[in-house]
């Protein structure tokens, strides 16, 4: 089964749906941007994704919104500055994942038979980074919430395991852990920088858009080691924002090409499991409720704010076999012109990682290049398929699966 399916009607959750496609994408670049307001930002990304699908904003009849930093209402701060035209607006927080949920709500409110056309909006402004304080002081609020339900002092933190988030100190362990064990080497780890960064200096979205060497990565300033600052996403601002429709929609407005979501499945962290058996337990689901196995998986836009993760989850994702990761990266065969290209992009590393937009800006990057639209960065094979992939902290994990 493959790219002549049907549009699949599973959710992974064990109910029928209506089909639904993308039909429209549009993105504000990712970057700096001190002087920019989350309208700034966002405006241009929506007027982006109604342009290309052919429609009016008074055409949208429900709108998501996936922020981290926003604040309250954020949603319908942005949107009604278009317009006031009684939409459902929702919210939507999930860590880096916070776009991919946006979208899956969006997806699910047309699936459901809600509404034919939706927008997910994913819009930050991660400049402001979220330091080890921020996630410290939101943990101890918790604490001290749940004690004083429970009718005791809050525990300062003496009593719970949690230490400051540091994702480079896990990143690289798991680096370290991968390279004892199945003989990956620094080479080959560096090389998704490489290969990342040549992606991103054709892409006018990308905040880096620059190429690196393999010694300009091994010789940039260390973080932990073996991961140098290459290594690593950056923060940054931005926005991106797609359209979505019922095929009730598509016929209304004769849209051309629409690129259907064939599955879109949910995980959480179970037990002792870490993110990688998250994602392959997510992608199994995936395959299964889409008809579309990894051997038919044409492009792969995945989480990779640092490099030891694109070769730890093509692994998960079914797409060569434990341990091979580093492996199939050094062969090419992730690259542009390669057998699975994964993160044509740029990816987080160097398109970049806002967090509200990310998910989303990977479901525009699988819309344009499905459509033979991306440019300068366009897949020679021009896939017919491409699945979307994010983490985010707390342990969730989303698989989404794309065909024309």
Same mark, same amino acid.
């Given at each position: 089964?493959?790219?002549? /399916?049907?549009?699949?009607?599973?959710?992974?959750? &064990?109910?029928?749906?209506?089909?639904?496609?993308?039909?429209?994408?549009?993105?504000?670049?990712?970057?700096?941007?001190?002087?920019?307001?989350?309208?700034?930002?966002?405006?241009?990304?929506?007027?982006?994704?109604? @342009?290309?699908?052919?429609?009016?904003?008074? $055409?949208?009849?429900?709108?998501?919104?996936?922020?981290?930093?926003?604040?309250?209402?954020?949603?319908?701060?942005?949107?009604?500055? /278009?317009?006031?035209?009684?939409?459902?607006? +929702?919210?939507?927080? #999930?860590?880096?994942?916070?776009?991919?949920?946006?979208?899956?709500?969006?997806? %699910?409110?047309?699936?459901?038979?809600?509404?034919?056309?939706?927008?997910?909006? &994913?819009? $930050?402004?991660?400049?402001?980074?979220? !330091?080890?304080? *921020?996630?410290?002081?939101?943990?101890?609020? /918790?604490?001290? @919430?749940?004690?004083?339900?429970?009718?005791?002092?809050?525990?300062?933190?003496?009593?719970?395991?949690?230490?400051?988030? !540091?994702?480079?100190?896990?990143?690289?362990?798991?680096?370290?852990?991968?390279?004892?064990?199945?003989? +990956?080497?620094?080479?080959?780890?560096?090389?998704?920088?490489?290969?990342?960064?040549?992606?991103?200096?054709? #892409?006018?979205?990308?905040?880096?858009?620059?190429?690196?060497?393999?010694?300009?990565?091994?010789?940039?300033?260390? %973080?932990? =080691?073996?991961?140098?600052? /290459?290594?690593?996403?950056? *923060?940054? $601002?931005?926005?991106?924002?797609?359209?979505?429709? !019922? @095929?009730?929609?598509?016929?209304?407005?004769?849209?051309?090409?629409?690129?259907?979501?064939?599955?879109?499945?949910?995980? !959480?962290?179970?037990?002792? =499991? =870490?993110?990688?058996?998250?994602?392959?337990?997510?992608?199994?689901?995936?395959?299964?409720?889409?008809?579309?196995?990894?051997?038919?998986?044409?492009?792969?836009?995945?989480? $990779?704010?640092? +490099?030891? @993760?694109?070769?730890?989850?093509?692994?998960? %994702?079914?797409?060569?076999?434990?341990?091979?990761?580093?492996?199939?990266?050094?062969?090419?065969? +992730?690259?542009?012109?390669?057998?699975?290209?994964?993160?044509?992009?740029?990816?987080?590393?160097?398109?970049?990682?806002?967090? &509200?937009?990310?998910?989303? &800006?990977?479901?525009?990057?699988?819309?344009?290049? %499905?459509?033979?639209?991306?440019?300068?960065?366009?897949?020679?094979?021009?896939?017919?398929?491409?699945?979307?992939?994010?983490?985010?902290?707390?342990?969730?994990?989303?698989?989404?699966? *794309?065909?024309?």
């Amino acid at each position: 089964m493959g790219a002549n /399916l049907k549009p699949s009607t599973a959710t992974g959750a &064990g109910v029928d749906t209506r089909a639904v496609a993308v039909v429209g994408a549009g993105l504000h670049r990712y970057g700096k941007f001190d002087e920019l307001t989350y309208h700034d930002l966002a405006q241009p990304a929506i007027r982006g994704a109604l @342009e290309s699908a052919g429609v009016a904003w008074g $055409d949208i009849e429900a709108g998501w919104c996936g922020h981290t930093q926003g604040g309250i209402t954020l949603g319908a701060r942005i949107f009604s500055r /278009l317009g006031k035209t009684g939409l459902s607006i +929702t919210n939507v927080e #999930n860590a880096s994942a916070s776009g991919s949920y946006a979208f899956r709500g969006a997806w %699910l409110e047309v699936a459901s038979g809600q509404c034919d056309v939706a927008i997910a909006l &994913g819009v $930050d402004k991660r400049s402001r980074e979220i !330091s080890p304080q *921020f996630v410290q002081a939101g943990i101890e609020a /918790l604490e001290a @919430e749940e004690a004083k339900a429970a009718g005791k002092k809050k525990s300062q933190s003496g009593g719970r395991a949690f230490r400051p988030f !540091s994702p480079v100190a896990k990143f690289a362990v798991m680096a370290r852990e991968h390279m004892d064990k199945y003989g +990956t080497t620094i080479d080959q780890v560096a090389q998704v920088s490489v290969k990342q960064h040549a992606n991103a200096a054709l #892409n006018e979205y990308a905040q880096y858009q620059k190429p690196v060497t393999l010694e300009e990565v091994h010789e940039a300033r260390m %973080l932990v =080691d073996p991961l140098t600052v /290459l290594h690593s996403c950056p *923060f940054g $601002d931005g926005a991106a924002a797609v359209i979505l429709m !019922s @095929e009730r929609g598509i016929e209304r407005f004769g849209i051309e090409n629409p690129v259907w979501v064939r599955a879109s499945i949910s995980q !959480s962290q179970e037990g002792g =499991d =870490d993110l990688d058996a998250t994602t392959e337990k997510a992608a199994r689901c995936a395959y299964e409720a889409s008809g579309i196995g990894p051997d038919e998986i044409g492009m792969v836009e995945l989480h $990779d704010a640092f +490099t030891i @993760e694109e070769i730890v989850y093509v692994e998960s %994702l079914g797409l060569c076999a434990p341990g091979e990761g580093g492996k199939l990266v050094e062969s090419g065969a +992730t690259a542009r012109d390669g057998r699975v290209p994964v993160n044509s992009s740029g990816g987080l590393l160097a398109m970049g990682h806002p967090f &509200g937009p990310t998910g989303i &800006g990977q479901i525009a990057e699988i819309f344009w290049q %499905l459509r033979g639209e991306a440019g300068e960065r366009q897949i020679p094979s021009r896939p017919r398929s491409g699945l979307a992939h994010m983490v985010g902290m707390g342990g969730t994990c989303i698989v989404q699966v *794309f065909s024309l």
